[in-house]
C-alpha cells in the first residue's frame, strides 16, 4: 500500500515533442505529489507538486495531471529540450506519516537533438 | 540562502569500519529526512526529525544504523560496522515546519564499501 509504481522505466523524446511519466498509487491516505528531477551526481531538486483537491497543475513547460478516482498522476514536459534529459521522480506523502516521500522507481528521460 | 549541504560527498570505507555522515540543512528547516538511494533506484525513507526530536526511525536498514540531530540543526547518519549491502548514496532533505511540505534535499553523499 506504500508502493508508488512509476512508468515508463525510461523515455526517448525528439525535441520540441511531448514527455509523459505515469505513476499509479494505492494508499488514499496520500495527500500530496511531487516531482523531482535528478541530473548525475546531483541530489533530487523539486520540479512541480499537486494535492489532490486539483486535477491540473501547470509551471512552465511542466504540466501535472491528477485523477483522484484512478488513483493515477502523471508529468507532462512540454517543448522537450536536450537540457531536459535527467532521470524524473515521482512521489507521493501524507501527514499521517509524517511527510516521508514515498518515490517511484525514476524514467531515465533522453531528449534527442 | 544557501540550500542543503553534505559532506563528505564521497566515502570509501573497507568493510566493517564505522562512517559518519553529516547534513547541514536549510536555516530555519525544522524537518529533517534521511533517503538511501541505491544505483538506479527511488530513494527510500530512513528517518525524520523534528527539530532534535527523531520522530520516525522506520525505515533504519539495522541497528547498525543511527542518526542524531542534538541541537536541531546539523544531522549526522553513523553507519556501524559497513557492509557491503552498505553501498549507495545517502541523501539528507529538509523542510519548513508545519503545513508545508515540500522537500529540499542536498547533493547525496555517496558510500562505497569494498
Known amino acids: 500500500q506504500q508502493q508508488v509504481k512509476q512508468s515508463p522505466q525510461s523515455l526517448i523524446v525528439q525535441k520540441g515533442g511531448i514527455s509523459i511519466i505515469n505513476c499509479a498509487y494505492e494508499?488514499?491516505?496520500?495527500?500530496?505529489f511531487p516531482w523531482y528531477q535528478q541530473f548525475p551526481g546531483k541530489g533530487p531538486a523539486l520540479l512541480i507538486a499537486?494535492?489532490?483537491?486539483?486535477s491540473e497543475k501547470k509551471e512552465g513547460r511542466f504540466t501535472i495531471s491528477f485523477n483522484k478516482s484512478a488513483k493515477q498522476f502523471s508529468l507532462h514536459i512540454m517543448d522537450s529540450q536536450p537540457g531536459d534529459s535527467a532521470t524524473y521522480f515521482c512521489?507521493?506523502?501524507?501527514?499521517?506519516?509524517?511527510?516521508?516521500?514515498?518515490f517511484g522507481a525514476g524514467t531515465i528521460l533522453r531528449v534527442k537533438s | 540562502g544557501a540550500g542543503v549541504s553534505q559532506s563528505p560527498r564521497y566515502k570509501v570505507a573497507k568493510r566493517g569500519q564505522d562512517v559518519a555522515l553529516r547534513c547541514d540543512p536549510i536555516?530555519?528547516?525544522?524537518?529533517l529526512f534521511w533517503y538511501q538511494q541505491a544505483l538506479g533506484q527511488g530513494p527510500e525513507f530512513l528517518t525524520y526529525?523534528?527539530?532534535?526530536?527523531?520522530?520516525?526511525k522506520s525505515g533504519l536498514p539495522s541497528d547498525r544504523f543511527f542518526a542524531e540531530r542534538p541541537e536541531g540543526s546539523v544531522s549526522t547518519l553513523k553507519i556501524q560496522r559497513t557492509q557491503q549491502e552498505d553501498s549507495a548514496v545517502y541523501l539528507c532533505?529538509?523542510?519548513?515546519?508545519?503545513?508545508?511540505?515540500?522537500?529540499?534535499f542536498g547533493p547525496g553523499t555517496r558510500l562505497t564499501v569494498t
Open positions: 532533505a529538509s523542510s519548513l515546519q508545519g503545513a508545508s511540505y515540500e522537500q529540499y
Open positions: 494508499n488514499t491516505a496520500f495527500d500530496y
Open positions: 499537486i494535492r489532490p483537491d486539483v
Open positions: 512521489a507521493a506523502s501524507t501527514m499521517e506519516y509524517g511527510n516521508k516521500l514515498v
Open positions: 536555516s530555519g528547516h525544522v524537518s
Open positions: 526529525f523534528q527539530n532534535e526530536a527523531q520522530l520516525d
